[in-house]
């Protein structure tokens, strides 16, 4: 199997850092390169801390924020308001300090939908529609070209809102309703993008951080290959990025092939290519 990039950094903080430098970068060269960028942020807490990063400067001068379209990977059946929102945390920490036009600031219309009393289903429907709407370039097998993903992975090893064993896998809509998970918090409906966008996107990233994550990644990076059962382990291919901490990492099976950053990268601390034994 064509491994991932896996980099190592001391805490939570460094991943963070480093995280907004390889977002920013992302969207930099994908404007350069297509003149726009589409960027799908993750929910749940990964996202805050590399938020901030972006917000302030150098990246908030260096991103052309006026070329970036924002998307979710995946949001809560929550009213917009509600701390469980995957878009409030995005509006507070990052898109009132940086000139996303509104227009390209695509949430998913949930607190449209409760409004009206639709169901998940049709924000689905409509999502799917306004992703389809904005011009993105296709894979073979029919899914979007996303320039960025930033992906979380729950301790279970779900990506988006994609859970072991999803049925999602069996649709081929871009964008689906997911119902309550009754294994994990927070147990309400979600909408989630078709996890076959992972496989598509040019620069997927999975972010992962804290000593509850170690378990999960000791399965993801294992012998076992089982995407059904680890959605995560869409992101274990050539051309992902993992960024973890020491805490995650620490779950790691031994050999597997990482590179250590020692400090926050803008130090100019090079990151050793180490084979990790914990
Ligand atoms: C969500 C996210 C989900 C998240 C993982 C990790 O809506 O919950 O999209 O996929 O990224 O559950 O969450 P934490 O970063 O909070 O551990």
Redesign the pocket.
Known sequence: MDEPEITIFPAPGDVSHAAAGRIAQGLIDAVTERGVAHWVT?????PGLIYRHLADSPLRETVPWEHVHLWW????WVPPDDVLS?ALACWDLLLRDVPVPLDQVHVMPIAEAMATGDPPEVVAARYEVTMRDAGLDLDDAGFPRIDVILV???SDG????VFPDSPTWADPSWVQAVAAPTHIAPRVA?VTLNPNIVTAARRPLAVVHGAAKASILGELFGPVVDTRRWPAQLMRRAGAAWLLDESAAAGLPSGTPVRREAAAPDTGESGRSVAWTP
């Open positions: 993750t929910g749940g807490s990964t990977s995946d949001d809560r995957n979380g992975v729950g779900h990506l988006f809102s979600r």
